[in-house]
């Protein structure tokens, strides 16, 4: 048996040795020095195997086709210097036109200068691909990119002389109606190119001390670009540190809290990264606004539309990072005066019921009732099972319910809405983080009146008129008033955007950008 073992080991080996040498004799004439650069190119390109192992098939249609248009001479081997560094800067800047490095991967050493040059090639075309059609597919996920790009289109970027030319060519590339896109597109490369692309991203978790925060945000803000030297004077360092902070929509503040650590310690490149994905993001959005709420997660952010112009923004407060707020598409039916909060199963299981069994006093002084399910007539809570589920747990209306005055209504299966809150503290913060998973909204009264305002419009008989909202709040009773017109909610999560004059990185609060960088890691590498 023992021999029998050793017998089939042996044989093994003898097929792994025979396949080698065949596998390296199918390159052997890249080393011929009889052989021109022109003639290698050539018999690699006709080379199925080769061409199959290390490319796309639309990688591969690619370069046989820009090739053969150039007599198979190599795109940048034996090239003058300069234009070698018009790649080299392309490259190392690609992420300020929103080209994620993980496309533009360059093979390890055991490829050939010629394998490199078509590598190059393949570079461009993806550049062009991104910069025109994106690397997002239609679900938000990033897709393998296939430079199906027109040939004109990426020959036009291997005949670049200049970085300029090639910047404002690729920069030209794009949905061009859409002004989100051109603004965040323009400050991406703003940013891009002003600011140093450091690399280490770090762990918050190592900064727990004030001593070791101050060192990191001298250390991370050398290396960001916003600071010249690491032992700067109080006034450069506090400055770098403000306008850190304003870059990362953080508060205008010198501490070094929880959320300024973590912006300390993520990477010019990772922030980058994720500004490629919100510009891509964006290719997917809707781009005509009739009458639409839209609410930017990581922004923290309420947008209303109406006649394809902005008519009100409203700071909001979202979902907690152990309650996430989910990201959903609706429509706003009705404005609810007043409004009864029942609450979810899961708050009244974590948080009221321990505070009952502690004081049966809890209920009355919050405006609790507990409820049954079918019978929804108050129940006396000195009567019931406590450790029972048969009951829901109601608040009352009023200035102390949880949902506020106001709430906006639509169907959704996450059991969240848009609503005022008694905690208006809260808008004063920069990260909005902090409820059950609802959007609490700033002055939802003025936001209600801009609903009424454009619900009117078209209607022979008039829907009840904005001022009126102020009325019925005055009164303070509940109420329920339909919109005539619904209106479309969406509800996205987009870490960074573009303001009038600078981009902001949000902080990526529920991780969700992270989950989709980590899948850039499985688009095609190049095997040589």
Known sequence: MILRIALLLFLSSLVLISCNPKQAREKNFLKDPNLSNAEKIERYLESDSLMGKAFSPGEVKLLRTYYE???????????????????????????????????????????????????????????????????????????TVAPLATFRNMNYLTKATTFESAKNYLMALGPKS?????????????????????????????????????????????????????????????????????????????????????????????????????????????????????????????????????????????????????????????????????????????????????????????HYTIRGYRDTSALDVSKINLNSNGYN???????????????????????VYVHDTPQKALFNRAVRSFSHGCMRCEFPA??????????????????MRPDTLDTFLRVGKHNVFPLKTKIPIKVYYQTVCASANRLVFYIDIYGRDSQLLNSLKNVQKFNF
Request: net charge positive; proline share 4%.
């Open 446 to 463: 003025e936001l209600g009146k801009q609903f009424l305002t454009y619900d009117q419009e078209g209607r022979r008989k008039k829907s």
């Open 178 to 366: 859409d002004t989100l896109f051109q603004q965040l597109s323009s400050q991406i490369l703003s940013f891009g190119m002003k600011y140093r692309l450091d690399t280490s991203n770090l762990s918050p978790k190592d900064f727990t001390t004030e001593e070791k925060r101050t060192a990191l945000a001298k250390l991370s803000l050398k290396n960001k670009g916003y600071l010249d030297t690491q032992q700067p004077s109080n006034t450069a360092f506090e400055s770098a540190l403000l306008l850190f902070k304003l870059h990362n929509g953080l508060d205008s503040t010198l501490q070094l809290n929880d959320y300024t650590v973590e912006a300390l310690c993520e990477s010019n490149v990772k922030k980058l990264t994720r500004a490629a994905l919100s510009l891509d993001k964006i290719r997917h959005r809707k781009n005509s606004y009739g009458r639409l709420v839209l609410i930017n997660l990581p922004e923290y952010t309420l947008y209303f539309y109406a006649n394809d112009s902005l008519k009100a923004k409203h700071r909001v407060v979202i979902g907690k990072r152990s309650n996430e707020t989910p990201e959903l598409e609706s429509e706003i039916r009705s404005i609810v005066i007043y409004p009864y909060w029942k609450v979810p199963a899961s708050i009244v299981k974590k948080e009221i019921m321990p505070e009952v069994r502690k004081n049966k006093n809890y209920l009355a002084k919050h």
């Open 393 to 415: 747990i109601v608040q009352s209306p009023g200035k102390w319910n949880s949902l506020g005055v106001l709430k906006f209504e639509f169907n959704n299966r996450h059991s």
């Open 69 to 143: 248009q150039r007599d198979y001479r190599p795109f940048l081997l034996g090239q003058a210097s300069s234009k070698d560094s018009l790649f080299s800067q392309l490259y190392e800047r690609s992420l300020a036109f929103g080209i994620p490095r993980e496309y533009l991967e360059l093979p390890g050493k055991k490829a050939h200068p010629l394998e490199l040059d078509m590598v190059k090639v393949v570079h461009l075309a993806r550049m062009v691909e991104i910069r025109d059609k994106g690397f997002l597919d239609t679900s938000g996920r990033p897709k």
